[in-house]
């Protein structure tokens, strides 16, 4: 099963505990927003911390069939 991962980019704040969580998987854009690059850059666990660790619960995350 793949994971499906959506960030709100109008509840990111930028703080990057997802990019520091998960490097590859996560990115800042030019506007300092959080940008989803490649889920399957780092394992399933490690993703869903990222999503855990995001201050404003921009991050969502679901598996798909």
Do not use: N
């Not at 993703?47 to 598996?63: D, E, G, H, N, S």
């Amino acid at each position: 099963m793949a994971l499906e991962v959506e960030i709100d980019r109008d509840a990111c704040m930028g703080s990057g505990q997802c990019t520091y969580t998960a490097p590859g998987a996560f990115d800042l854009g030019d506007d300092d927003i959080a940008v989803v690059v490649d889920p399957a850059a780092v394992d399933e666990a490690t993703v869903m911390l990222a999503a855990r660790k995001c201050p404003t619960q921009a991050i969502t995350v679901r598996r798909s069939d």
